[in-house]
Protein backbone atom coordinates (compact mmCIF):
# COMPACT_ATOMS: atom_id res chain seq x y z
CA UNK A 1 0.00 0.00 0.00
CA UNK A 2 1.60 3.36 -0.90
CA UNK A 3 1.60 6.49 1.07
CA UNK A 4 -0.22 8.40 -1.87
CA UNK A 5 -3.14 5.68 -1.16
CA UNK A 6 -2.72 6.75 2.42
CA UNK A 7 -3.28 10.26 2.07
CA UNK A 8 -5.94 9.96 -0.82
CA UNK A 9 -7.91 7.98 1.75
CA UNK A 10 -6.89 10.17 4.54
CA UNK A 11 -7.71 13.39 2.40
CA UNK A 12 -11.64 11.31 2.22
CA UNK A 13 -12.33 11.28 6.00
CA UNK A 14 -10.96 14.97 6.67
CA UNK A 15 -13.97 15.80 4.69
CA UNK A 16 -16.21 13.55 6.10
CA UNK A 17 -15.18 14.10 9.48
CA UNK A 18 -15.52 18.07 8.96
CA UNK A 19 -19.22 17.23 7.80
CA UNK A 20 -19.44 15.18 10.89
CA UNK A 21 -18.13 18.18 12.80
CA UNK A 22 -20.88 20.53 11.73
CA UNK A 23 -23.67 17.82 12.60
CA UNK A 24 -22.55 17.96 15.70
CA UNK A 25 -22.37 22.49 16.11
CA UNK A 26 -26.10 21.92 16.21
CA UNK A 27 -26.56 19.39 18.52
CA UNK A 28 -23.76 20.73 21.07
CA UNK A 29 -25.86 24.04 21.15
CA UNK A 30 -28.84 22.53 21.53
CA UNK A 31 -27.91 20.57 24.45
CA UNK A 32 -25.66 22.53 26.21
CA UNK A 33 -28.35 24.76 26.21
CA UNK A 34 -32.02 23.33 25.68
CA UNK A 35 -30.49 19.97 27.67
CA UNK A 36 -32.73 18.29 25.68
CA UNK A 37 -30.87 14.81 23.75
CA UNK A 38 -32.60 15.34 20.01
CA UNK A 39 -31.81 12.32 18.75
CA UNK A 40 -34.12 12.94 15.52
CA UNK A 41 -31.25 15.40 14.45
CA UNK A 42 -29.34 13.25 11.87
CA UNK A 43 -32.44 12.28 10.76
CA UNK A 44 -33.14 15.81 10.13
CA UNK A 45 -29.82 16.02 8.27
CA UNK A 46 -30.98 12.94 6.19
CA UNK A 47 -34.47 14.49 5.30
CA UNK A 48 -33.53 17.44 4.50
CA UNK A 49 -30.63 15.75 2.27
CA UNK A 50 -33.49 14.42 0.14
CA UNK A 51 -35.60 17.43 -0.30
CA UNK A 52 -32.61 19.21 -1.27
CA UNK A 53 -31.70 16.32 -4.09
CA UNK A 54 -34.85 16.24 -5.12
CA UNK A 55 -35.21 20.18 -5.44
CA UNK A 56 -31.82 19.71 -7.82
CA UNK A 57 -32.48 17.53 -9.78
CA UNK A 58 -35.83 18.33 -10.77
CA UNK A 59 -35.51 22.00 -10.65
CA UNK A 60 -31.98 22.58 -11.15
CA UNK A 61 -31.78 24.88 -8.31
CA UNK A 62 -27.80 25.23 -6.98
CA UNK A 63 -27.05 24.20 -3.83
CA UNK A 64 -26.20 27.22 -2.56
CA UNK A 65 -29.80 28.68 -3.26
CA UNK A 66 -30.88 25.61 -1.73
CA UNK A 67 -28.90 26.10 1.47
CA UNK A 68 -30.73 29.82 1.60
CA UNK A 69 -34.42 28.16 0.96
CA UNK A 70 -33.61 25.22 3.65
CA UNK A 71 -31.96 26.92 6.19
CA UNK A 72 -35.29 29.40 6.97
CA UNK A 73 -37.46 26.73 6.52
CA UNK A 74 -35.89 24.17 8.83
CA UNK A 75 -35.23 27.31 11.36
CA UNK A 76 -39.24 28.01 11.79
CA UNK A 77 -39.77 24.09 11.79
CA UNK A 78 -37.58 23.52 14.51
CA UNK A 79 -38.65 26.90 16.38
CA UNK A 80 -42.01 25.58 15.96
CA UNK A 81 -41.61 21.81 17.13
CA UNK A 82 -39.95 23.43 20.50
CA UNK A 83 -42.29 25.48 21.46
CA UNK A 84 -45.55 23.32 20.76
CA UNK A 85 -43.94 19.68 21.73
CA UNK A 86 -40.86 20.29 24.08
CA UNK A 87 -41.36 23.20 25.98
CA UNK A 88 -44.52 21.52 27.69
CA UNK A 89 -42.42 18.69 29.00
CA UNK A 90 -40.56 21.53 31.06
CA UNK A 91 -43.56 21.56 33.68
CA UNK A 92 -42.88 17.91 34.49
CA UNK A 93 -40.55 16.82 36.93
CA UNK A 94 -37.14 16.11 35.54
CA UNK A 95 -36.82 12.52 34.94
CA UNK A 96 -40.54 12.72 32.97
CA UNK A 97 -39.14 15.64 31.31
CA UNK A 98 -36.11 13.87 30.17
CA UNK A 99 -38.02 10.58 29.23
CA UNK A 100 -40.63 13.00 27.35
CA UNK A 101 -38.15 14.74 25.29
CA UNK A 102 -36.53 10.93 24.45
CA UNK A 103 -39.74 9.73 23.19
CA UNK A 104 -40.54 12.91 21.50
CA UNK A 105 -37.39 13.33 19.66
CA UNK A 106 -37.42 9.28 18.64
CA UNK A 107 -40.96 9.68 17.64
CA UNK A 108 -40.27 12.48 15.31
CA UNK A 109 -37.18 10.65 14.17
CA UNK A 110 -39.41 7.76 13.08
CA UNK A 111 -42.21 9.68 12.12
CA UNK A 112 -40.52 11.85 9.49
CA UNK A 113 -38.15 8.90 7.92
CA UNK A 114 -41.46 7.40 7.10
CA UNK A 115 -43.12 10.32 5.81
CA UNK A 116 -40.21 10.99 3.68
CA UNK A 117 -39.35 7.66 2.16
CA UNK A 118 -43.38 6.95 1.41
CA UNK A 119 -43.24 10.35 -0.53
CA UNK A 120 -39.89 10.43 -1.86
CA UNK A 121 -38.94 6.69 -1.77
CA UNK A 122 -36.06 5.24 0.28
CA UNK A 123 -33.54 4.91 -2.67
CA UNK A 124 -30.29 7.04 -1.77
CA UNK A 125 -29.76 10.12 -3.22
CA UNK A 126 -26.87 13.15 -3.73
CA UNK A 127 -26.67 15.98 -5.63
CA UNK A 128 -24.33 15.11 -8.49
CA UNK A 129 -22.76 18.18 -9.22
CA UNK A 130 -19.70 17.84 -11.95
CA UNK A 131 -16.42 19.29 -11.06
CA UNK A 132 -13.21 19.84 -12.88
CA UNK A 133 -10.35 17.72 -10.21
CA UNK A 134 -6.40 18.39 -10.24
CA UNK A 135 -3.66 15.73 -9.65
CA UNK A 136 -0.70 16.37 -6.85
CA UNK A 137 1.05 13.27 -7.92
CA UNK A 138 -1.01 10.63 -7.49
CA UNK A 139 -3.25 11.79 -5.08
CA UNK A 140 -6.38 13.19 -7.10
CA UNK A 141 -8.69 16.26 -5.72
CA UNK A 142 -11.59 17.40 -6.57
CA UNK A 143 -12.70 21.17 -7.24
CA UNK A 144 -15.90 19.29 -5.10
CA UNK A 145 -13.86 18.18 -2.29
CA UNK A 146 -12.14 22.00 -1.95
CA UNK A 147 -15.65 23.76 -2.53
CA UNK A 148 -17.08 21.37 0.45
CA UNK A 149 -14.05 22.06 2.78
CA UNK A 150 -14.53 26.05 1.79
CA UNK A 151 -18.01 25.53 3.23
CA UNK A 152 -17.48 23.82 6.12
CA UNK A 153 -14.45 25.96 7.10
CA UNK A 154 -16.81 29.35 6.54
CA UNK A 155 -19.71 28.02 8.20
CA UNK A 156 -17.47 26.75 11.68
CA UNK A 157 -15.78 30.86 11.30
CA UNK A 158 -19.31 32.12 10.72
CA UNK A 159 -20.91 30.29 13.72
CA UNK A 160 -17.81 31.43 15.82
CA UNK A 161 -18.13 35.10 15.24
CA UNK A 162 -22.38 34.83 15.40
CA UNK A 163 -21.68 33.10 19.42
CA UNK A 164 -18.57 35.86 20.31
CA UNK A 165 -20.15 39.11 18.35
CA UNK A 166 -24.02 38.87 18.42
CA UNK A 167 -26.51 39.73 21.81
CA UNK A 168 -27.88 36.50 20.82
CA UNK A 169 -24.43 34.24 20.82
CA UNK A 170 -23.46 36.03 23.79
CA UNK A 171 -26.51 34.93 25.40
CA UNK A 172 -26.33 31.23 24.53
CA UNK A 173 -22.22 31.42 25.62
CA UNK A 174 -23.60 32.78 29.39
CA UNK A 175 -26.41 30.82 29.69
CA UNK A 176 -23.63 27.68 28.76
CA UNK A 177 -21.61 28.83 31.35
CA UNK A 178 -24.13 30.15 34.33
CA UNK A 179 -27.84 29.68 33.36
CA UNK A 180 -29.22 31.30 36.60
CA UNK A 181 -26.79 34.45 36.59
CA UNK A 182 -27.80 34.88 32.78
CA UNK A 183 -31.62 35.04 33.66
CA UNK A 184 -30.80 37.24 36.57
CA UNK A 185 -29.02 39.17 34.06
CA UNK A 186 -32.38 39.80 31.71
CA UNK A 187 -32.25 36.72 29.41
CA UNK A 188 -35.41 35.37 28.69
CA UNK A 189 -34.55 31.80 28.59
CA UNK A 190 -37.99 30.24 27.62
CA UNK A 191 -37.20 32.64 24.60
CA UNK A 192 -33.52 31.56 23.95
CA UNK A 193 -34.03 28.06 24.43
CA UNK A 194 -36.35 28.09 21.32
CA UNK A 195 -34.12 30.25 19.10
CA UNK A 196 -31.50 28.09 19.95
CA UNK A 197 -33.25 24.50 18.91
CA UNK A 198 -34.01 26.59 15.71
CA UNK A 199 -30.42 27.54 14.91
CA UNK A 200 -29.02 24.43 15.97
CA UNK A 201 -32.02 22.85 13.67
CA UNK A 202 -30.82 25.28 10.70
CA UNK A 203 -26.97 24.22 10.65
CA UNK A 204 -27.95 20.84 10.12
CA UNK A 205 -29.93 22.07 7.14
CA UNK A 206 -26.64 23.51 5.87
CA UNK A 207 -24.82 20.35 6.89
CA UNK A 208 -27.22 18.36 5.11
CA UNK A 209 -26.56 20.12 1.49
CA UNK A 210 -22.58 20.18 2.02
CA UNK A 211 -22.95 15.74 2.61
CA UNK A 212 -25.52 15.53 -0.25
CA UNK A 213 -22.55 16.83 -2.66
CA UNK A 214 -20.54 14.47 -1.62
CA UNK A 215 -22.28 11.10 0.19
CA UNK A 216 -25.58 9.38 -0.48
CA UNK A 217 -28.14 10.09 1.97
CA UNK A 218 -31.83 7.89 2.34
CA UNK A 219 -34.64 8.67 4.99
CA UNK A 220 -33.29 6.41 7.37
CA UNK A 221 -29.53 6.93 7.98
CA UNK A 222 -30.02 9.63 10.55
CA UNK A 223 -29.91 8.05 14.06
CA UNK A 224 -25.82 6.52 13.33
CA UNK A 225 -25.24 10.39 12.10
CA UNK A 226 -26.55 11.03 15.69
CA UNK A 227 -24.86 8.70 17.30
CA UNK A 228 -21.32 10.15 15.77
CA UNK A 229 -22.63 13.75 16.80
CA UNK A 230 -22.73 12.94 20.93
CA UNK A 231 -19.14 10.91 20.06
CA UNK A 232 -18.32 14.51 19.02
CA UNK A 233 -19.60 15.86 21.60
CA UNK A 234 -18.34 13.86 24.62
CA UNK A 235 -14.54 14.43 22.93
CA UNK A 236 -14.99 18.26 21.96
CA UNK A 237 -16.93 19.42 24.67
CA UNK A 238 -19.94 20.91 24.32
CA UNK A 239 -20.42 24.08 23.24
CA UNK A 240 -16.83 24.05 22.18
CA UNK A 241 -16.81 24.38 18.09
CA UNK A 242 -12.62 24.05 17.96
CA UNK A 243 -12.97 20.87 20.06
CA UNK A 244 -15.99 19.57 17.68
CA UNK A 245 -14.10 20.31 14.63
CA UNK A 246 -11.19 18.62 15.88
CA UNK A 247 -12.98 15.73 17.03
CA UNK A 248 -15.02 15.21 14.36
CA UNK A 249 -11.83 15.37 11.49
CA UNK A 250 -10.15 12.67 14.02
CA UNK A 251 -13.08 10.49 13.75
CA UNK A 252 -13.45 11.05 10.27
CA UNK A 253 -10.24 9.90 9.13
CA UNK A 254 -10.07 7.14 11.94
CA UNK A 255 -13.25 5.88 9.80
CA UNK A 256 -11.56 6.20 6.59
CA UNK A 257 -8.49 4.15 7.86
CA UNK A 258 -10.06 1.26 9.63
CA UNK A 259 -11.60 0.94 6.43
CA UNK A 260 -8.74 0.74 4.31
CA UNK A 261 -6.66 -1.03 6.94
CA UNK A 262 -9.04 -3.36 8.24
CA UNK A 263 -13.03 -3.75 7.21
CA UNK A 264 -15.05 -1.44 5.55
CA UNK A 265 -18.11 -2.99 7.93
CA UNK A 266 -15.86 -1.90 11.25
CA UNK A 267 -16.07 1.52 10.26
CA UNK A 268 -19.91 2.84 11.41
CA UNK A 269 -18.90 1.17 14.83
CA UNK A 270 -16.08 3.14 15.48
CA UNK A 271 -17.54 6.28 16.82
CA UNK A 272 -19.73 3.88 19.38
CA UNK A 273 -16.42 2.22 20.21
CA UNK A 274 -14.46 5.41 20.70
CA UNK A 275 -17.37 7.12 23.14
CA UNK A 276 -17.65 3.79 25.39
CA UNK A 277 -13.41 4.02 25.73
CA UNK A 278 -14.01 7.82 26.15
CA UNK A 279 -16.34 7.58 29.44
CA UNK A 280 -14.57 4.83 31.04
CA UNK A 281 -11.02 6.12 30.27
CA UNK A 282 -12.26 10.34 31.29
CA UNK A 283 -15.68 9.53 33.01
CA UNK A 284 -15.10 13.10 34.18
CA UNK A 285 -15.28 14.72 30.39
CA UNK A 286 -14.35 17.98 29.30
CA UNK A 287 -15.18 21.36 30.88
CA UNK A 288 -17.61 23.31 29.13
CA UNK A 289 -15.97 26.32 26.92
CA UNK A 290 -18.37 28.27 24.25
CA UNK A 291 -16.59 28.33 20.59
Known amino acids: MTIETIIQVSLGGLLLGGLYALVAFGLSLIYGIVRILNFAHGTLLAVTGVV??????????????I?????????????????????PLGKRNHFEGTVGTVLVTVGAMLIISDITAVLAGSTQRNIAMRFDAFEVGDIVISTTQLNILLGIAALTIAMHLFLTRTWFGRGIRAVTQDQVGAMVCGVNSTALRALTFAFGSATVAVAAVLYTMSFPVSPYMGFPLTVKAFTIIVVGGIGNLRGALLAGIFLGIAESLTALFWKAEWAPALSVVLMLLI???????RSRRPA
Open 52 to 65: ASILFSTYKIHPFF
Open 67 to 87: TLMLAPAVFIAGYAFYLKLLH
Open 279 to 285: LVVWPEG
